[in-house]
């Protein structure tokens, strides 16, 4: 995080193996990388909570992000409600929902990055009534730009 930003918590779970706390791949990834805490046997379209062996308290105003892999979902291994909110006042141990979309089965390693987390700031912004003009839309769809 860049310096003066306020620090996410993170309490390892007891009994939990030792894995490397979240952290980014390189300087210029925008999320850290969040691993299994647990060895699992992925199957054909059902979903399984994958431990991460760790709980997170996060700065008042912000909530962590759990994003999806790209390189798992290029193997078929898809994370059911992408993205995930984890807000600051959830205590428990965090678990990543992933599911396999092929046939056989798909291991997951304990270590193996499950999944990216991101800080997002500012949870109260304030809402108004008012009007709000149409989009323009080149397929029609939903206020879509047809891109």
Same mark, same amino acid.
């Given at each position: 995080? $860049? /310096?003066?930003?306020?620090? #996410?918590?993170?309490?390892?779970?007891?009994? /939990? +193996?030792?894995?490397?706390? $979240? @952290?980014?791949? !390189?300087?210029?990834?925008?999320?850290?990388?969040?691993?299994?805490?647990?060895? *699992?046997?992925?199957?054909?379209?059902? #979903?399984?909570?994958?431990?991460?062996?760790?709980?997170?308290?996060? +700065?008042?105003?912000?909530?962590?992000?759990?994003? +999806?892999? @790209?390189?798992?979902? @290029?193997?078929?291994?898809?994370?059911?409600? /992408?993205?995930? !909110?984890?807000?600051?006042?959830?205590?428990?141990?965090?678990? #990543?929902?992933?599911?396999?979309?092929?046939?056989?089965?798909?291991?997951?390693?304990?270590?193996?990055?499950?999944? %990216?987390?991101?800080? *997002?700031?500012?949870?109260?912004?304030?809402?108004?009534?008012?009007?709000? $003009? $149409? *989009?323009?839309?080149? %397929?029609?769809?939903?206020?879509? !730009?047809?891109?």
């Amino acid at each position: 995080m $860049p /310096a003066g930003s306020r620090a #996410v918590v993170v309490e390892r779970v007891e009994g /939990a +193996p030792s894995i490397p706390l $979240p @952290s980014r791949a !390189t300087r210029g990834s925008a999320c850290f990388d969040l691993a299994a805490a647990e060895a *699992v046997d992925l199957v054909r379209d059902k #979903v399984v909570l994958v431990r991460t062996g760790f709980k997170f308290r996060c +700065p008042s105003g912000t909530f962590l992000e759990v994003r +999806p892999r @790209s390189g798992l979902s @290029s193997r078929g291994v898809l994370m059911v409600n /992408a993205p995930g !909110t984890i807000d600051a006042d959830y205590s428990n141990e965090v678990r #990543v929902p992933l599911m396999y979309l092929f046939e056989g089965t798909y291991r997951i390693e304990v270590g193996d990055r499950i999944g %990216q987390l991101r800080l *997002v700031g500012d949870t109260s912004p304030r809402f108004r009534e008012g009007r709000v $003009p $149409p *989009v323009p839309s080149r %397929q029609g769809g939903f206020g879509s !730009t047809g891109r």
